[in-house]
């Protein structure tokens, strides 16, 4: 299992460092990336995973145009070389550590892509995620964030979109820990008290001169489990911003939301308003691989050199019922105004309200 990476003093447990400290077989390291023009009329998410204890790999790219979603996936068995990020045709190199990262997924039943994201700020280091299940960990991870541009290209079926780095903007994050992965474990004496829901929004954004990383997480009776806002300069200065206050509008027929309101306060105690709306909504669990997907499930063994490609008509009855019991990342519309001062930005707005939420008025799963 020694690898090109026990060169370097990296090194955080006697153990060479294609083997994870915990032998939890959920224990994970994946990146998560997304590119889009702003106009709502595409969104691109990408994600790429590794599972050391499962022993699997996998990768996704997942492409919202209208009502279709379509998804290529692959998966094959864990490479031990941590510097090699790759799965089958999908791969990622670090051109620069922190700040640049190149994507390419050779022609993959009629999908290429090579394109290379650049950070308009510096990563923001969010707050350690744990969440329990009665005495169980659940989720234990890390994570950082960062928006930036685009350059490259994507083809479908032999149309090519260019990304202008003028126009195409995206975000990325990469985590890693413990959450739920592979195939589905027995379940075991159920928690206690049971699982009623979760709400949670998170939102990395750039302006001019600033960008915005905001995660929130609550429970059923809104008390929040996460709970943080980092304003991120040019410069490098970090600004933790006071608890936001969050408004969500939703659509008529489903907990997808159209609009949100953030209200909070500078460092110096100036009031901050954000206003959100949504462009394109793509569901993460209709071909991306989280929570409640049926389909295609990260870390789960597929057989070596697996891959296909997936088709999805979000309009069709059958995959609409699934949307609202998932998380959505939507192109949004945003501004923000400070001191009356009004600014124009870009990113992406994700969020999920799932089972009961007394602040939002829902009282169960439907």
Do not use: K
């Not at 145009?65 to 941590?82: N, Y």
């Amino acid at each position: 299992m020694i690898g090109p990476a026990d060169e370097y003093p990296v090194h955080q447990a006697p153990l060479p460092i294609a083997l994870p400290a915990t032998t939890d077989r959920n224990f994970y390291d994946r990146c998560y990336v997304n590119a889009h023009d702003s106009s709502g009329d595409i969104f691109v998410v990408m994600g790429l995973g590794h599972y050391p204890v499962l022993g699997v790999s996998d990768a996704f790219v997942l492409i919202h145009r209208g009502d279709d979603q379509t998804a290529v996936h692959l998966s094959g068995a864990l490479i031990p070389d941590r510097l090699d990020q790759s799965v089958g045709a999908f791969r990622l190199d670090v051109v620069e550590p922190l700040r640049s990262v190149r994507l390419r997924l050779a022609e993959t039943e009629g999908i290429a892509l090579d394109a290379t994201f650049t950070g308009s700020f510096d990563v923001v280091e969010e707050q350690r995620h744990i969440l329990r299940a009665g005495s169980r960990t659940t989720l234990d991870a890390q994570r950082f964030a960062q928006v930036g541009t685009w350059t490259g290209a994507l083809e479908i079926d032999g149309e090519r979109i260019e990304f202008d780095p003028t126009s195409w903007v995206g975000t990325r994050d990469r985590s890693w820990g413990i959450r739920p992965i592979g195939e589905a474990e027995p379940a075991g004496r159920p928690a206690d008290p049971p699982f009623e829901g979760m709400w949670w929004m998170y939102l990395p954004l750039a302006f001019d001169d600033f960008g915005l990383v905001m995660v929130i997480q609550e429970e059923p009776d809104g008390t929040r489990t996460l709970d943080d806002a980092v304003r991120i300069w040019a410069d490098g200065r970090r600004e933790q911003l006071r608890s936001p206050e969050i408004a969500v509008t939703y659509g008529a027929t489903a907990r997808v939301p159209e609009s949100a309101t953030v209200t909070t306060r500078s460092a110096t105690g100036e009031d901050i308003h954000i206003e959100v709306t949504s462009l394109l909504a793509t569901a993460l669990h209709v071909g991306g691989g989280y929570g409640g997907d049926p389909d295609w499930n990260h870390g789960q063994w597929r057989g070596e050199g697996f891959t296909e490609r997936v088709r999805y008509d979000v309009a069709d009855p059958a995959v609409a019922g699934r949307i609202p019991f998932g998380v959505s990342d939507h192109v949004p519309s945003a501004t923000w105004t400070e001191a009356g001062v009004t600014r124009r930005g870009v990113g992406m707005f994700e969020h999920a309200c799932l089972g009961r939420h007394d602040p939002s008025g829902f009282s169960g799963w439907f």
